[in-house]
T-cell receptor
Framework: KNEVEQSPQNLTAQEGEFITINCSYSVGISALHWLQQHPGGGIVSLFMLSSGKKKHGRLIATINIQEKHSSLHITASHPRDSAVYICAGLRARGADGLTFGKGTHLIIQP | ETGVTQTPRHLVMGMTNKKSLKCEQHLGHNAMYWYKQSAKKPLELMFVYNFKEQTENNSVPSRFSPECPNSSHLFLHLHTLQPEDSALYLC???????????FGSGTRLTVV
């Protein structure tokens, strides 16, 4: 079983819809990254969370430490939000690098 | 550009070739990483360098050989690769193995 599990794997929505992507992680993960990968491969780090909630523009990320669960929300979604969103866990030891979920392929249709 | 620059962006090599991937960051980060992304699979950690010292080698075959001459540069030397090694190779850097994770754009490698 992967240490970081994401759902859904694929999500297609209409422009303007509220989007939620979920991530569950196992014991030993001390912080979570949310990453965005566009076609062509480059990855952008959106958030790093170890507690609470963070907001940047139309993106909101939350984490529940007790339930070992994090969500990424996109408000007023737009076709340019179409990308693969990846949840990645940072182990408490840190030296192991990140451990990644399989990603959620999001398509926002106009 | 994110602050982490990878070259080349694309590479096609034969199984008997030797090539190198280069990664450069001028963010002042002290940790650098190589990750591999194969089709339909999650990103996998290959190597971690912290203050130029290799701290992690995630059971990577010896045909992949990393080199970190200083905190700003990281290389991945490739030799006698297999077609299944075709993948996107991503470099990243961070501060103190934790903060400011920044990825490069990747090198798309095809082994023929």
């Amino acid at each position: 079983k992967n240490e970081v599990e994401q759902s859904p794997q694929n999500l297609t929505a209409q422009e303007g819809e509220f989007i939620t992507i979920n991530c569950s992680y196992s014991v030993g993960i001390s912080a979570l990254h949310w990453l965005q990968q566009h076609p062509g491969g480059g990855i952008v780090s959106l958030f790093m969370l170890s507690s609470g909630k963070k907001k940047h523009g139309r993106l909101i990320a939350t984490i529940n430490i007790q339930e070992k669960h994090s969500s990424l929300h996109i408000t007023a979604s737009h076709p340019r939000d179409s990308a693969v969103y990846i949840c990645a866990g940072l182990r408490a030891r840190g030296a192991d690098g990140l451990t990644f979920g399989k990603g959620t392929h999001l398509i926002i249709q106009p | 550009e994110t602050g982490v620059t990878q070259t080349p962006r694309h590479l096609v090599m034969g199984m008997t070739n030797k090539k190198s991937l280069k990664c450069e960051q001028h963010l002042g980060h002290n940790a650098m990483y190589w990750y591999k992304q194969s089709a339909k699979k999650p990103l996998e950690l290959m190597f971690v360098y912290n203050f130029k010292e290799q701290t992690e080698n995630n059971s990577v075959p010896s045909r992949f050989s990393p080199e970190c001459p200083n905190s700003s540069h990281l290389f991945l030397h490739l030799h006698t690769l297999q077609p299944e090694d075709s993948a996107l190779y991503l470099c990243a850097s961070s501060q103190d193995l934790t903060y400011g994770y920044t990825f490069g754009s990747g090198t798309r490698l095809t082994v023929v």
